[in-house]
């Protein structure tokens, strides 16, 4: 008898359970299944990567090479993505110059010389701890050090190698354990990563604005100036958004000759500073060699850093063979909500709805009809959306899953992750945030939220002008809703307002023709051609 309700209640609750599987097997046109995304399902199945996959590009064209950018002489099995990638985004019509090329190549050379584990690596190291400062060695550096988002982390070592570019220096990469894994080695047979026993790694931790050894707190102190006689072998570079006026005079001719004389530059970042490079009459000259184009900057800097690693390349070549190869066309559709006050959920989708109908990138539904037989032939669209709140993927997702468009286009909407919250000192976050960057990239056409990061690397890997999301200040839709960027480089959010050859205050985007106020946050510059715009 005790055993007879046992079977009973298994006889039941066996078929539920394979209903609910089979419902969950074919919500497989829905990427947001329960508590795990497609990306975490994605992660925990991870394959050994096959011999086709490593094999399946033999030829390495001149397209592949990006005009150049990269060099040939990479193991391709090591970053299956650094020429891969030509296969997923659209060839890019935009040509490195010649001289950034051969720059390039240099700079390579010296990081082979100069980097970790060579003898000039071991002493300078030494010289430093010596409190010695051999201004004769051809080896110095810019080390790196993270703050925020990944986003903000990508733009700001982008800034910091261009720094590192005009300066003759070596960038090292202080690598956190959250991104572990997360980019390819981009320099060939050397590494950017600052070794572990790097001897003022307990100095790097307590690293903030009011560091008593940061660059700016020494100016402010008159502890160093030109003139100062024994120069430290180190100085700490604070460059987040929270700087003050003497951490900003970094961006001055004056003291980049002080900085020149100094071997070992500790920088902390978490803006894209380099436009302000820009406006430095001793870099001037440089710059207008390596980039005759302003508005492919980071275009070209992004696409030579910057390559998924094995493993995450593995997450964005498998998400979207399954979801997005055969689409006709893609739309990537990025949602970042700053202040959720400001931002209601309703108010930022009739905003998504209304800029895609306006700018004719989505068509419009018939919501008086219903979907009852199968999907049309009309042309295929995928939308991608990419956001931490899966609601507006939900959302849109219903819409065109239940209701016929007006001109017959089919239309499916996925969302690779939904994490929710940000978590930026996660590694497995950081993974997912890197691959649904790059599958943005990756899209045919984008829309993007005013000022966010994330944002401007999927734009500048991709080489696209997106429609920018306008930012509510009131919960109100802004008007218009939103606008075609006109340069794809990104803003730098918290420029200098001060003219050093003047001395004064200082509206740094009316000094230089290509410097202006950025289209998506007013007080923030970026880069633009002073002539036509791109298509």
């Known amino acids: 008898m005790t055993r007879f309700p046992k079977i009973a209640v298994l006889s039941i609750a066996l078929p539920v359970l394979f209903i609910l599987v089979l419902i969950c097997r074919d919500r497989g046109l829905n990427p947001f299944i329960g508590a795990e995304d497609d990306l975490s399902k994605l992660i925990r199945e991870d394959e050994p990567t096959s011999e086709d996959e490593i094999n399946g590009e033999n030829q390495l064209s001149s397209d592949k090479l990006l005009g150049g950018l990269l060099a040939p002489n990479f193991t391709k099995r090591d970053c299956l993505s650094r020429y891969q990638s030509i296969s997923y985004r659209k060839s890019s019509p935009y040509v490195p110059s010649l001289y950034l090329v051969s720059k390039l190549r240099e700079y390579e050379k010296l990081h082979n010389r100069c980097g970790p584990d060579t003898e000039s690596y071991k002493n300078s ?72 026993d790097f001897p003022f ?113 593995k997450l964005i070549t498998s998400y979207y063979k399954k979801y997005l190869a055969d689409a006709e066309e893609r739309v990537g559709i990025q949602i970042r909500i700053f202040h959720k006050n400001s931002s209601p959920f309703q108010q930022v989708m009739d905003q998504i709805l209304s800029c895609t109908d306006k700018e ?46 007006l001109n017959g286009e089919v239309v499916a909407v996925y969302q690779a992750s939904h994490e929710v919250t940000q978590h930026t000192m996660k590694n497995v976050h950081n993974q997912k945030a890197w691959a649904e960057i790059n599958l943005l990239s990756m899209m045919d056409v984008l829309v993007t939220s005013a000022g966010s990061t994330f944002g401007y690397v999927a734009q500048g890997l991709g080489g696209k002008r ?29 420029p200098q307002v001060y003219d050093c050859k003047a001395k004064r205050e200082v509206d740094t985007a009316t000094i230089i023709p290509y410097l202006r106020h950025c289209d998506d946050l007013y007080w923030g510059t970026k880069l633009f051609n002073s002539s036509s715009q791109k298509p």
């Open 125 to 196: 190291i030494k010289d430093m701890v010596s409190g010695q400062n051999d201004s004769s060695s051809e080896c110095r550096y810019v080390v790196w050090i993270a703050r925020a988002g990944l986003g903000n982390r990508i733009l700001s070592i982008a800034s910091a190698f261009l720094y590192a570019l005009l300066t003759n220096r070596v960038l090292l990469i202080d690598e956190e354990p959250e991104m572990a894994n997360l980019f390819c080695e981009p320099f060939p047979n050397a590494t950017w990563l600052l070794p572990k």
């Open 201 to 313: 790694m307990y100095r790097i931790s307590r690293f903030k604005q009011n560091y008593a050894k940061s660059y700016g707190n020494m100016l402010k102190k008159n502890k160093i100036n030109a003139s100062t006689d024994l120069l430290p072998t180190h100085l700490y570079l604070y460059l987040c958004n929270d700087y003050d006026h003497h951490d900003k005079l970094f961006f001055c001719d004056q003291d980049q000759t002080i900085l020149r004389n100094i071997p070992w530059l500790i920088m902390k970042s978490n803006l894209y500073f380099l436009p302000s490079l820009f406006l430095m009459s001793s870099f001037e000259e440089e710059l207008d060699k390596l980039f005759p184009d302003k508005e492919m900057v980071f275009h070209h800097l992004g696409r030579y850093l910057f390559h998924p690693s094995n493993q995450v390349w």
């Open 360 to 405: 004719k990138l989505l068509p419009q539904v018939d919501m008086e009809k219903s979907i009852v037989a199968p999907f049309g032939k009309g042309k295929s669209k995928a939308v991608l959306i990419t956001s931490l709140i899966p609601s507006y993927y939900e959302k849109m997702k219903n819409m065109y899953l239940k209701h016929p468009t």
């Open 466 to 494: 997106p429609w920018i999301l306008y930012k509510t200040e009131t919960q109100k839709i802004p008007d218009p809703v939103c606008g075609r960027a006109m340069s794809m480089e990104p803003c730098f959010h918290c």
